[in-house]
C-alpha cells in the first residue's frame, strides 16, 4: 500500500523527479522511470521535473507528494487529507486521478472533510463520529441532512444532478 501523510514536509532540496522517484524505494530502487513519468504526467507535473521540491507553492509540493504515492504503483493508496489546502481546479483533478485509480481496480482510501468533493467523486462514504461508524454507504444514501446535522453540526443545501451529488453547508447549528 501507498501512504500519503497529512504532513508535508519536504526536508531535502531534491528535484521533482527524484522525490517522485522515492516513492518506489520501498519497490526495491528507484525502479520504473515510466511510473515516474506516469505519477508526474497524472498530477500536471511534467514542467516542474527538474525544479527544486523545497522551492514550489504549498499546493505543488502536495502535488509533488501524491505523485511520490502514485508512483510507488501499489494496488492501494491511503491518504490522510490529500486535497487540504489545494485551489479548487487542482482538487478536482486531484480527485478525478483517485477516481481514475478506482476505475482501474485499484482501491483508494482516502480521509476527507471537503463533503462536497466526496459526494461527486467517491463511490462510498464511511462517516466517523467520536470514533464510532455513523454511516456506511454511497454518497447519495450516507449524506443525508439529518446525518450533516447529526455528525457535522451544520444545514446544507443538496441537490442530486446529472454530474453527480452536489452538497453546500450553509450554516452551522
Known amino acids: ?23 518506489q524505494l520501498a519497490r526495491g530502487g528507484t525502479g520504473d522511470p515510466a511510473l515516474v513519468d506516469a505519477a508526474l504526467a497524472r498530477m500536471g507535473l511534467q514542467g516542474y521535473r527538474h525544479r527544486r521540491a523545497t522551492e514550489l507553492s504549498g499546493g505543488e509540493q502536495a502535488r509533488a ?7 510507488q504503483d501499489t494496488p492501494l493508496l491511503m491518504a490522510d ?26 482501491s483508494v482510501l482516502a480521509s476527507l472533510h471537503d463533503l462536497g468533493l466526496a459526494a461527486r467523486h467517491c463511490t462510498r462514504l464511511v462517516v ?9 454507504g454511497p454518497p447519495g444514501a450516507v449524506l443525508t441532512a439529518d446525518l ?7 444545514t446544507c443545501w443538496r441537490a ?3 454530474s453527480g451529488l452536489i452538497l453546500q453547508p450553509l450554516a452551522a447549528l
Open 148 to 154: 450533516m446535522a447529526q455528525v457535522f453540526g451544520v
Open 81 to 106: 487529507e490529500p486535497i487540504a489546502g489545494l485551489d479548487p481546479a487542482q482538487q478536482i483533478r486531484s480527485m478525478q486521478v483517485f477516481h481514475s485509480l478506482a476505475a482501474e481496480g485499484r
Open 128 to 136: 466517523i463520529d467520536a470514533g464510532r461508524i455513523a454511516a456506511d
Open 1 to 23: 500500500a501507498a501512504w500519503l501523510p497529512q504532513s508535508r514536509e519536504i526536508a531535502w532540496p531534491v528535484t521533482v523527479q527524484h522525490l517522485v522517484s522515492l516513492g
Open 160 to 162: 442530486e444532478t446529472e
Open 65 to 71: 507528494l501524491i505523485a511520490r504515492a502514485l508512483a
